[in-house]
């Protein structure tokens, strides 16, 4: 406790010196982990006033409290700080310190179905730095992609290897665009979306007759179908249930071609449970 003591007069040291929401995020959490909850969300909520499209993504941390409502997404502010800050170190702490298998798993989805094809036009959903690219690009003549963050998206062009990046939210532009694709691919980027009906009916109109939708997600601990199979975690990460996935890929007309268990990437030295799904469009 006397550790956490120190923190908290800091972090109001903090607040004193400049009110910001960062500042304020920081003494919020720090009464948050002293079970401080009416404080903490206090705070929160004084962050909200002063940052009304919530940067810091404090309606996930009440959420994940039982505080508030579960929202529909993370909010877009949030995710684009969050990516923009992490873009220089992301893939070395992603490879090395959490062991992320997310490029692999995406291409193991997809591999005996794009096996000897060179010509197919792929989007990427959250590139990021186009990890996930890599391993697709074998496969493509065109190959897009969309981020919120412009860092992560600077990184990715230096890749060399995608036609088109968008920076944008990932539904306006796959509604804008008039490009059809043969393959949609979203590695690890459904842990920011707890409903996915409008993604999914976002990538059906993109996809051409039974094209490919391959993504990953972290699965549901408890397989109990809680609030529809969605649940928000306390470090503010969506996990989808099996059911659920199923149930709206056959609500939107996609056939289940393949939903294994599989380990994305570690966390706090755990293995972090997860589910590839490769969904095909309707014919």
Not at 16 to 30: C, H
Not at 67 to 74: D, G, I, N, S
Not at 244 to 257: N, W
Request: with cysteine; net charge negative; proline share 4%.
């Amino acid at each position: 406790h006397g550790k956490l003591g120190e923190a908290e007069t800091a972090a109001r040291k903090g607040v004193e010196l400049r009110e910001s929401p960062a500042s304020l995020v920081r003494l919020g959490y720090i009464l948050q982990q002293q079970d401080r909850l009416e404080e903490a969300q206090s705070i929160y909520n004084r962050i909200l006033e002063i940052d009304p499209l919530d940067s810091k993504g404090v309606r996930l941390y009440l959420a994940g409290l039982g505080l508030c409502e579960m929202p529909e997404r993370a909010p877009s502010a949030h995710v684009k700080g969050l990516f923009d800050h992490y873009a220089s170190f992301f893939d070395e702490h992603l490879r090395d310190k959490l062991e992320y298998k997310g490029p692999e798993v995406v291409f193991t989805l997809l591999a005996s179905r794009l096996h000897g094809q060179r010509d197919l036009e792929i989007m990427d959903l959250g590139c990021g730095t186009g990890l996930c690219g890599v391993a697709l690009s074998p496969f493509a003549k065109r190959l897009d992609g969309i981020d919120l963050s412009p860092r992560m998206l600077a990184k990715a062009r230096e890749r060399g290897i995608y036609s088109e990046l968008f920076e944008a939210d990932l539904e306006a532009c796959l509604e804008e665009r008039e490009q059809a694709y043969d393959c949609v691919v979203a590695g690890d980027v459904f842990v920011y979306l707890g409903d996915l009906a409008p993604i999914f009916a976002a990538v059906r109109k993109r996809l051409r007759a039974e094209g490919l939708f391959a993504f990953t997600l972290e699965g549901m601990q408890n397989q109990v179908d809680q609030n529809e199979g969605i649940v928000l975690t306390q470090n503010s990460r969506y996990q989808h249930s099996r059911t659920y996935v199923e149930r709206l890929a056959r609500e939107q007309g996609y056939h289940v071609r393949t939903m294994e268990d599989v380990v994305m990437r570690m966390e706090a030295g755990k293995p972090v449970s997860s589910l590839a799904v490769l969904l095909q469009g309707p014919a």
